[in-house]
């Protein structure tokens, strides 16, 4: 005889057997209790963490009759009588479990609600349980609006979904919604140890642990991944044969990289790889165990008291946590997170580990102390006289996040630095300006002063009224085309940067108007010409014209562009 499967097997039969939804669990035993009892639920959440059996639970509640065939609606269940046993076996005829992934059209939706108006057969309630209900087509949706609404009083509704974003707003508000959690990893290795002691299977915590970790949160996943394991170890599920059956990486690997990176032993890294590859790990999960490693470390360096005691690795953890700069802790995890995606690039997982292992070591910042393990060798030179750490530089561009290094030491900088006479670093000064005060050529001005962002913007937006000198002093009177730029700081700012430009202190007045001929009128005018033109050439093309009269053709608006 086929065994049942654990996931099958151990589901839960009433609510105090649920494990994880205390929220959803007291809700519903109090509206159970009250007879305060809604028309429609919605269960949300992701895969393996209830739904479906909050759903059945349900329903036995509402229609339970006790043992002795004389009970009424509670919050407990008595898993004897015709309803909860004709449910927990699946053929109840008063509740029907309908998949919206095959039945998603209007029709099914139609012949469903056909079917509601009449009473139950047996039970006191009909309830219909329509799991993963966002496939449902929009036609679909607007068909049982109203039903939902206002149901026929023998009739309740349940929804399941795990994309609840796809359910309009006019569903949503007609349901109770509860979120479903996912299951913590502690709660997951409880109910483990619970089955697997009743169904006499020995077995190791940390096994355990590592199958809750690899549940992601869904307690079907876990127990699936443990009837595998049981499978697979054929005796007592332990720690070995759980990472050997999933490809998970022993936890002294990562503990013996971190070593590696401390000391500098590049031979050591790639001694690890090798013997990685010799047992078949899987170098992806290597990775994101290494970053949920120093994330470990990085709040015990932060918080040292959230490492809690009962972690397998919180010795190790409190250990390198001392030993590292919190600045290594943040460059490692980002090189393990961004290296994790790249792996598929790589020529093959080993290599992309190893990459990812050897750019740790090679990109690793100063220490911040004022010592620099960077070789003199690998000191670049920069104007001035000083050095910076290649490694340093190279850190600042590790994948798509920028990584300050910390600044070369000044010992390091005076032994290293060239003999040579230091060169110049300040920017080039602006082209000789071609000054005239009798035709001020504003335009020119304004175009090649030196600045950058909303400043250039006003600069553009500008059109000279009047220009007067006294002296070395002179006031322009200008109209700005967007008043709104030319805020006192920016006008502040661009009266300096035109000072300079032109070696005279230069005082600028802002004037109501129009500016018709400023940079950026010119420009949007020359712009709209050669549309103009575009447009034109394409509406006179010979061509054109003989497809707009043989085949009905037309031109999309707006999809001429001139060349440029």
């Known amino acids: 005889m086929t065994a049942l499967a654990l996931a099958r097997k151990w589901r839960p039969r009433d609510f105090s057997t649920l494990v994880g939804q205390e929220h959803v669990v007291k809700a519903l035993t109090h509206a159970l209790d009250q007879q305060r009892l809604h028309h429609a639920w919605l269960f949300t959440g992701t895969r393996g963490v209830g739904k479906t059996t909050i759903s059945r639970i349900l329903a036995k509640a509402l229609n339970c009759t006790g043992a002795d065939g004389q009970g009424q609606m509670t919050s407990q269940p008595c898993g004897k009588c015709p309803a909860c046993t004709e449910i927990d076996a699946g053929r109840y005829v008063d509740y029907i479990e309908m998949d919206a992934a095959s039945n998603r059209g209007v029709d099914d939706m139609a012949q469903l609600l056909e079917k509601a108006m009449y009473a139950p057969s047996s039970a006191r309630f009909k309830v219909y349980m329509i799991d993963e209900v966002h496939m449902l087509t929009g036609h679909a949706f607007n068909a049982m609006l109203k039903t939902l609404e206002e149901p026929p009083p023998h009739v309740k509704f349940i929804l399941a ?10 569903v949503l508000s007609r349901c109770l919604q509860f979120n479903l959690k996912q299951m913590p990893v502690p ?20 096994a355990l642990r590592i199958l809750a970790k690899a549940a992601q949160g869904s307690m079907r996943d876990a127990l699936s991944l443990t009837d595998q394991a049981i499978a697979y170890a054929a005796g007592p599920v332990s720690e070995s044969a759980v990472r050997a059956m999933l490809g998970t990486l022993d936890e002294t690997y990562l503990i013996q990289i971190l070593d590696a990176l401390r000391t500098g032993d590049g031979a050591a890294l790639i001694a690890i790889a090798d013997e990685m590859a010799a047992r078949s790990s899987s170098f992806s999960l290597a990775l994101q165990d290494l970053a949920s490693l120093l994330q470990k470390i990085a709040v015990g360096q932060t918080v040292p008291s959230a490492v809690l005691d009962d972690w397998p690795e919180a010795t190790e953890v409190r250990r390198l946590a001392s030993q590292f700069n919190k600045e290594d802790i943040q460059l490692y995890y980002q090189i393990a997170i961004t290296s994790r995606p790249d792996l598929s690039l790589a020529p093959d997982e080993q290599t992309g580990f190893t990459m990812a292992l050897l750019r740790m070591l090679a990109f690793k910042p100063g220490d911040g102390s004022g010592s620099s393990k960077s070789s003199p060798s690998n000191q670049t030179p920069r104007a001035g006289g000083t050095s910076i750490s290649s490694a340093a530089k190279a850190a600042a561009n590790v994948a798509t996040h920028s990584v300050k290094a910390a600044p070369a030491p000044q010992a390091a900088q005076t032994q290293s630095a060239p003999q040579s006479a230091p060169q110049s670093t300040a920017a080039p000064k602006a082209s000789a300006v071609i000054y005239n005060s009798e035709d001020p050529d504003w335009q020119s001005w304004m175009k090649a002063l030196p600045v950058r962002g909303l400043l250039q913007q006003l600069a553009f937006q500008t059109e000279l009224q009047n220009w007067s000198e006294q002296g070395d002093a002179v006031k322009a009177t200008v109209i700005v085309g967007m008043p709104q730029l030319a805020s006192k700081e920016n006008v502040s700012r661009l009266q300096e940067a035109l000072s300079n430009h032109l070696g005279k202190s230069v005082t600028i007045l802002i004037e109501a108007g129009k500016a018709n001929h400023s940079i950026a009128a010119v420009e949007a005018k020359i712009k709209q010409e050669k549309q103009d033109g575009a447009e034109e050439s394409i509406a006179n093309d010979d061509f054109v014209k003989t497809i707009q009269t043989e085949f009905g053709a037309t031109v999309v608006p707006g999809s001429i562009r001139p060349i440029q």
Do not use: R
């Open 187 to 206: 709660s997951i290795v409880e109910h483990l140890e619970k089955i697997l002691e009743s169904e006499q299977v020995k077995s190791e915590i940390g």
């Open 161 to 170: 979904t795990t994309d609840p974003q796809k359910i309009p707003v006019t």
